[in-house]
């Protein structure tokens, strides 16, 4: 049996940060995902401020994810039909951007390696079980490793959770756990000039608290979606097909313009979003869950790449501090993070999705969010995460909101090539900002 100190169990978001993080301190880790990369990721490839400044400190460079695409405003369409555009700062970095999950979690790997990872790709992890001092996994193809610590960064089915015994009920308490969305995604080209330039969400009636999204990428394309939440009278087995008439309605088949064409089929995925409820320890904390392995997305607006970035980050942090001789004081260092920096988000996205989940609520709260000019750049600025959303609530993290007005590579990205990531006028202004000064 070979040994390694740290096992990451995943290479996506969550793992390739913890990862970074972890052989950037000095561990010595083994990064595992059974894909090889490139690969894809069911996703709507949208990138909040969190995400981006997680992003920025792993040292990614937009220039490095060919796909990458900033965004200067969001533009909400309310159930009522009224569209309002949401800007963003538009001179102190980048706020938000989409990047196809193929190129982005590509990079990050790569990044991982630089950073002292072994990856090993192509190889599954099939089994994890806890031998007291140490934690057995089993890779399909390699055998067997003893580790200090394994990060389970494996998803939303987590087969590291599973193997532990540590399966969830679902929601409704019967059941397999199948998370709290169910998202559907399409990549079009040849889509016309909105949906080629502008993030678009819509509170469709019949979706709430779910939402459709059209978010654009380079070279006349767009990742166009749509979620529900599990449990809505929209049932997750006739998404398929909701799915073109939903494409036909007028306000969407205009946005995506006459020539848009469908260039993959469409592929649907589960988002969990219960943090406050999933295990996040296993085997007397040699085992951290993070990332979707932690159902750790936004549960309004199943938004979880900022998240699986972070929680990698905190898990990382836990480890490096307690060492590997105190898995329980790692465990307890990881889960007072994600109570503290989390959870508090996560109870009042709960809260506000409620609110969502009426017509009238979806309407007021866009028609409040965008009735003047300082209330449209504020709220921009909260649903892209760029300040903790419960911020108001939380005292102690007030002192964030100073950094709120600044998106991510504001003092010099380090990615001074010109070729074009392809950033909105925002991003635009930086860049010649940034040339100039
Ligand atoms: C349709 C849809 C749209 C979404 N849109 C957005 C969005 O626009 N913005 C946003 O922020 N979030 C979005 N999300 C959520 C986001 O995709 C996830 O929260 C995010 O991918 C979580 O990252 P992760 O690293 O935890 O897990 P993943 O990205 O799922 O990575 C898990 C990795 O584990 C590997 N793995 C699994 N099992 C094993 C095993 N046994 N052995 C080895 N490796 C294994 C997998 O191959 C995979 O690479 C969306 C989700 C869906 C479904």
Not at 7 to 31: I, N
Not at 335 to 360: H, N, T, W
Request: aromatic content about 6%.
């Amino acid at each position: 049996m070979s040994t390694a100190e740290i096992v990451v169990v995943g290479a996506g978001p969550a793992g390739a940060a913890a990862a970074t993080h972890l052989a950037r301190a000095g561990r010595d880790v083994l990064l595992v995902d059974r894909a090889q990369f490139p690969r894809d990721k069911c996703c709507g490839d949208g990138l909040t401020t969190g995400a981006l400044r997680e992003l920025e400190a792993l040292g990614l460079r937009p220039d490095d994810v060919e796909s990458w695409r900033g965004v200067d405003e969001a533009v909400l369409r309310s159930p009522s039909g009224r569209e309002i555009s949401f800007p963003f700062p538009a001179d102190r970095g980048v706020f938000a951007a989409v990047a196809r999950r193929r190129d982005l979690d590509a990079a990050l790997v790569e990044i991982a390696r630089r950073a002292g990872a072994t990856v090993v790709e192509g190889h599954a992890v099939t089994a994890v079980s806890d031998a007291g001092d140490h934690v057995r996994v089993a890779i399909d193809g390699v055998g067997d490793v003893a580790a200090r610590y394994v990060v389970a960064a494996d998803g939303m089915w987590s087969p590291v959770r599973r193997s532990l015994g540590l399966g969830v009920p679902d929601a409704d308490g019967a059941g397999a756990y199948l998370g709290e969305w169910h998202a559907f995604r399409q990549y079009f080209c040849g889509v016309g000039e909105r949906a080629a330039t502008e993030l678009m969400v819509w509170f469709e009636p019949d979706l709430l608290p779910g939402y459709a999204w059209s978010f654009p990428l380079p070279g006349g394309r767009a990742n166009v979606g749509f979620g529900i939440q599990r449990g809505g009278a929209i049932r997750t087995r006739s998404m398929a097909a909701l799915w073109p008439e939903l494409l036909a309605r007028p306000h969407i088949a205009a946005f995506l313009g006459p020539d848009a064409v469908a260039e993959s089929s469409h592929r649907a995925w589960p988002i969990p979003a219960r943090a406050q409820t999933m295990p996040l320890a296993g085997a007397g904390g040699r085992v951290l869950f993070v990332g979707d392995a932690a159902a750790a997305t936004d549960p309004m607006t199943g938004e979880g790449i900022g998240q699986a970035l972070v929680t990698g980050r905190w898990a990382a942090d836990a480890i490096s501090r307690a060492g590997a001789g105190h898995p329980a004081l790692a465990a307890t260092l990881y889960q007072r993070a994600v109570a503290d920096e989390l959870l508090p988000d996560a109870l009042l996205s709960r809260l506000l999705g409620r609110v969502l989940k009426l017509p009238i609520g979806a309407r007021l709260a866009v028609r409040a969010a965008g009735a003047t000019d300082l209330g449209r750049r504020a709220f921009a600025l909260w649903l892209f995460e760029a300040c903790p959303r419960a911020v108001i609530a939380t005292p102690r993290r007030w002192s964030s909101t100073l950094g709120a007005g600044q998106g991510a590579w504001a003092h010099g990205p380090g990615h001074s090539s010109s070729r074009s990531w392809d950033v909105g006028q925002g991003a635009q202004e930086t860049k010649h900002a940034l040339r100039e000064g």
